[in-house]
Nanobody
């Protein structure tokens, strides 16, 4: 079992930055690939970014590739999503999710993620 808790969401002006955190517990976090998803009001859940268990490889949604950065610190069992230059289309509830994968394998949008956090709200004001 892996428990995930997101934090760091809030209200930010367009063009601003936020850093989301995903704290994992349960002992398997460092052996899992991790991803961030988001779901806006009335919209379907959307893949944002993912990272391998070792942090050696990443994968991004095209629309965030130049603005967001996913990272992790396995010593702290924590993953991050640095979001810069936030736009009006970015507001959503952001979720982290993990699944066990071989070291160096990056999970994709269609991965069968076993564990999810409760989400953290990101609001962008214009």
């Amino acid at each position: 079992q892996v428990q995930l808790v997101e934090s760091g969401g809030g209200i930010v002006q367009a063009g601003g930055s936020l850093r989301l955190s995903c704290a994992g517990s349960g002992g398997r976090f460092s052996r899992c690939g991790m991803a961030w998803f988001r779901q806006g009001a009335g919209e379907e859940r959307e893949f944002v970014a993912s990272i391998s268990s070792t942090g050696s490889s990443t994968y991004y949604l095209d629309s965030v590739k130049a603005r967001f950065a996913i990272s992790r610190d396995n010593a702290k069992n924590t993953g991050y999503l640095q979001m810069n230059s936030l736009k009006p289309e970015d507001p959503a509830v952001y979720y982290c999710a993990v699944l066990p994968l071989p070291a160096g394998t990056t999970p994709g949008p269609g991965g069968l993620y076993d564990y999810w956090g409760q989400g953290t709200q990101v609001t962008v004001s214009s």
